[in-house]
């Protein structure tokens, strides 16, 4: 029968349609490899004219990333001990020495701690709001849809005049928890939104028999309603993290030496004598790395976060 | 209507019982749930809205906080539209918005159409096309920054691999009319699978007894084309556009680390100029107008095209 079917494409159709997207895929692909081989470039190799394809692989870039140094004077040389690790001696080869690490750890460390707490906070209020949404009359319920989307209007900068100036009077400027807060708050209208969608599928007749079993509202919330909503809150945690995560436009206004994120710092890596490609793709490389790693993992999850819950499968 | 099996239930159940089904009056749960999430929301988008209205009334400047602060009416609004810096920012967003979504939405249908062709490996092809959307704007302006560079950008040399113009004659990012095209290449490569996966969902929901039903009915695989699959697309792809649009007019993050406005200020968009205007020269009452008017106008244009999707969506 499937011969006769009209909607099975021919094979040859099948052919062309996969070397094509094939082709674009590579495309996509080749700046992001590009980027990954810099930083395991030298210095040298990393600005090489024409392009270097085949290099010797080399460490500079991430010990770069990692280190504050400094230039020796011939003499200095001289009294310093030889190097005693092998990130020593590659960068005494620069005439170079480590005198302590980067910023670049402590910068990486806010990312992880203002992504995973900001996505904690909005996916744990996000569900209890979400809950009550679709299990009770809630007057806004009718309106949060375009709330989001007014939200999502406004330029991040626009938002962040005022907010800067609230950060100010009440001390959470350049503060971990005061990014925590304005992330949540960014996020919370969408999270909201996708786990309603995901509560709404869960049939009521489950919590009905837990209360008729003598379970409370609260206790049939948490052992029915957050077992079966757990991929749904899972994949919405995911959304609310690559969110924090890659956000730049308030990290750099209101954030400078304490709660600094990776994204506005990771520009800023600078060697001697210009920028030091291979140091900035090194941090690029490890900053991205795990979104793409999660994207590749979660890829079926994650397209409901993306089309914004509108396109529902 | 979700809460009527459950009245049902208190109903048909003596008092005592009744209360205990309920535990906590289902009143107050709702409440003890939605008011931490209603705060948050009241407190970084609801108050800071209000007070950018109230600002943009004002002279406030936020660097000078001794200052008197005066009420000047609709004197900034006046400023700003009759400013001519204003108007050519507007016509550089313009320009990078137009152009972005005419090839997101080109490549992203082909890709999506081609997609659907459902051959071997679709879906480890369709992911690894998903990636840069997954991506910091800001770190992606940044790398392509050294992917742009004229002697040495591996951009410049595949121009020079495949065209035969050498590679350190032109500067993406630096040249006034090749930096509008730098930005919108980078965001077409970042965000066309975000066109691409939208559309892909509205093929998958197109029943196949329609494009059995119409050769049946003998019609060409064009005319299948232009009379089924385009029209049943259509509101998922200006659903597309909807959100790109709405992200790209406030598109800050991945141009400011790409070019940074420049050369000049020919890759200025509304953000950027913005961003200036609040965090450079510190003039806060002034931004706070601009930003009203930016709102004002995304919402305005926002709210036709919603009506206009509508009525695509009940044809």
Known sequence: MSNFSVTTPSKRQKWVAGILVTLYALITLMPLVWIIMTGFKSSADSIAYPPKVIFSPSLEGYVNLFTSQTRLTSEQVATTPPPATWYDKLVRSHQMVIVGPSRFGQRFLNSVIIGFGSTFLSVSLGTLAAYAFSRFKVPIKEDLLFFILSTRMMPPIAAAIPIFLMFRELGLSDTKLGMILLYTGVNLSLAVWLLKGFIDEIPFEYEEAALIDGYTRFQAFYKVVLPQAATGIASTAIFCLIFAWNEYAFAVLLTSGNAQTAPPFIPTIIGFGGLDWPAVAAGTTIFLLPIMIFTILLRKHLLRGITFGAVRK | ?315
Not at chain 2, 27 to 56: D, H, Q
Not at chain 2, 209 to 236: C, G, H, N
């Open chain 2, 1 to 315: 209507m979700s809460s009527s099996p459950m009245e049902c239930a208190a109903k048909v159940t003596p008092r005592p019982l009744a209360n205990s089904i309920r535990g906590l009056s289902d009143r107050g749960i709702a409440w003890l749930f939605v008011a931490p999430t209603i705060f948050l929301l009241l407190a970084i988008n609801i108050f800071p809205l209000i007070w950018t209205i109230y600002l943009s009334f004002t002279n406030f400047r936020a660097n000078r906080i001794g200052r008197e602060v005066k009420f000047i009416g609709l004197r900034n609004y006046e400023r700003i539209l009759s400013d001519p810096d204003i108007w050519q920012t507007m016509q550089a967003t313009a320009h990078f918005l137009l152009w972005t979504l005419f090839f997101q939405v080109l490549i992203g249908f082909t890709l999506a159409w081609l997609i659907n062709r459902k051959f071997k490996g679709n879906d480890m092809w369709t992911t690894i096309i998903v990636l840069p959307m997954m991506l910091s704007p800001a770190v992606v302006g940044n790398f392509w920054k050294f992917l742009y560079h004229p002697q040495t950008g591996l951009f410049n040399y595949v121009v020079q691999f495949f065209t035969g113009v050498d590679s350190s004659s032109f500067s993406m990012i630096g040249d006034v009319s090749l930096a509008p095209w730098a930005i919108v290449i980078v965001d077409t490569w970042m965000w066309t699978p975000f066109v691409m996966l939208i559309c892909l969902a509205g093929l998958r929901s197109i029943p196949d007894y329609l494009y059995e039903a119409a050769s049946v009915d003998r019609a060409s695989k064009w005319r299948q084309f232009w009379t089924i699959t385009i029209p049943m697309v259509l509101p998922f792809l200006m659903l597309a556009v909807l959100f790109r649009g709405i992200e790209n007019f406030k598109m800050f993050d991945l141009v400011v680390q790409l070019t940074g406005g420049g050369p000049g200020s020919i890759t200025e968009l509304t953000s950027i100029n913005l961003k200036r205007e609040a965090f450079e020269k510190w003039r806060t009452g002034y931004a706070s107008a601009y930003a009203v008017i930016l709102f004002v106008t995304v919402f305005g244009l926002a709210s036709i095209y919603v009506k206009a999707l509508n009525k695509v969506k009940e044809r």
